[in-house]
């Protein structure tokens, strides 16, 4: 084994881990903090993905640019799925095996649409950076080469991802409607005796959940072309990273997407990248198998 | 519950019902019938066996398809070193399954609902992986399973297949009524009621959810064992297609969970939709369907069309309740 090569494996792993963070924070507020099996985060995913390769390919628009300007959207998208999944399950006390099937159902009814109306091509956008590297970006030729070497495409998700979710968790630490979103999870009665709507604040973590997506969409598509059924593969992995981190811990969804991107990368390098799949899934295997309450359960 | 007729008169009716069925297709003179209904049949069986588990102990597997492939596997495995005659080869799937599924009821089954659907997910995608890296049954190349034109007594080889199928229909729903009918059947509907009240009752709740996944799970290998058979060239995706898990779930969730009948009825129905829907329309916008179908009838009708059934027949004024 190289040392070069292992360096910078685990610098990939790290610029991954980054975005994974972007892609698990719905997952990690809408399952973790909602209890809310939204198995269908993804899909979303995906859909932000095809919305910024739309505007990207008609206006030339920034993808990052779309995600931010598709964010009450989501939103809105995210508080109307919560209002069905609370008049048709939550309400009615039975939620857990019908709410699971429906949230499967749209999951499917989403790849499947974008299958109709998009095909099964592969599709991807164009920005000024996606395809240099930081020292050519820069036009600095005094950067190591390490730094130098780092690709655009993996540093900008990285770097955006990690400010969306620092200014997620300033929004939960420090708002009264993140205390809120908080306080309901531990005890929905007591916020109610407060004098909060507790389905009133979860609509609106679960559609701040939902808008998430719109973000990590743009970051994905940035990352790698996206075809409708590559959200399958980010099932395993945001779940994998909600429960390694530890359920409802926002800093614990940021530790498991760096773990799980740093081994996801050193098996792609060292064992092929066939092999890459099976990691997230087999590691949440083994952390629901041994240690559920995950790394910074509550 | 009522008790009504024995396992054995049903077992004896079902085999009737199904040889009635085998002739009447075969008098149809067109061997599409056959490839038609062993699609609709196969589905029956995933059906059934998901509702074992899913509806009668209330934990949902979204990882049928990785079950249905491992019995299709098994058959790729022995037709390379060994081949068998089919009727083995489906006992040899559902053991193979059968194991899957007991280990994966190890894993998970101390943990709470949710966790168990997702590990099942990660459970198909973990097998796909592991399918795609094995090059002894084709990798990700897929497999070329030869069948042979006829057998004996059978004018050709997919009413041989057919008829499998329709046996494995009959053995599939006779236990899963003789399940409603048991002391066993209790036992999952506690779990499913009030998991942790069944625990306090000293129901012995871990074995139980053992027993239903591994039956679960021996199911769906059986329905896949003769699919290599059927379809000539198994490669992963297909083996793994979402379809078998979607339908797996939509089937029983659109009949209704609560019986036997139910995977039945939304099995025929949704199976003969899709074929209907794949032949008139496309295959994309079947899938479609199924998937629309199943998000209106949760939210709709959560207890599936005998559910529904059974609200008109209880408005009726002077019907039986």
Known sequence: MSVDLFVSALIAGILLGGFYAAVTVGISISFGILDIVNIAHPAFIILGSYTAYILNAQFGLDPIVVGIIALPAFYALGALIYQVYYVSFEKRGKESMTGLAFFFGLLFVTEVLLILVFGVDYRYVQASYIDT?????????????????????????????????????????????GR??????????????????????????????????????????????????????????????????????????????????????????????????????????????????????? | MKRGMTSWMFALIACAAGALLFFAARSAGNDYVFFAGYTILQYIVLATAWNILGGYTGYVNFGSAAFFAVGAYTTVFFHKIFPLPIPLLVIAAAVASGLVGLGMGYLTLRLRGAFFAIATLALAVVLQTLIVNWSFVGGSRGAYVIRPATVYPFDSYIQYLFLIMLVLVIVALTTARAIERSRLGYGFATIRDDELAAEASGVPTLKLKLIATALSGAFMGMAGAPFPYYIGFLHPSGAFGLEYTVNAIAMPMIGGTATWIGPLVGAVLLGTLQQVAIVTISSAVNLLLVGLLLVGFVILAPNGLVGVVRNLLRKRPGAQP
Do not use: H
């Not at chain 1, 395993?236 to 909600?242: E, K, L, Q, S, T």
């Open chain 1, 133 to 177: 590297n930081l020292g050519k970006f820069l036009g600095s030729t005094a950067l190591p080469a390490l730094l130098a070497d780092l690709p655009m495409r993996m540093l900008v998700p990285c770097v955006m991802s990690i400010a969306m979710f620092a200014i997620l968790l300033l929004i939960v630490k420090r708002t009264f409607v």
């Open chain 1, 180 to 298: 809120a979103i908080m306080a309901v999870s531990q005890d929905a009665l007591a916020l109610q005796l407060q004098g909060a709507s507790p389905v009133r604040i979860k609509r609106i973590a679960f559609a701040i959940s939902i808008a998430t997506a719109a973000l990590a969409g743009a970051f994905l598509i940035i990352i790698q072309p996206v075809e409708p059924s590559v959200g399958r593969e980010y099932i395993g992995r945001v779940f994998a990273i909600c429960v390694l981190g530890g359920m409802g811990s926002l800093p614990g969804t940021l530790v498991g997407a760096m773990l799980l991107g740093i081994i996801e990368s050193l098996t792609a390098t060292f064992y092929g990248p066939s092999w890459a799949p099976a990691v997230s899934f087999g590691l949440l295997l083994l952390t629901l198998a041994f240690k559920p309450s995950g790394l910074m359960g509550r």
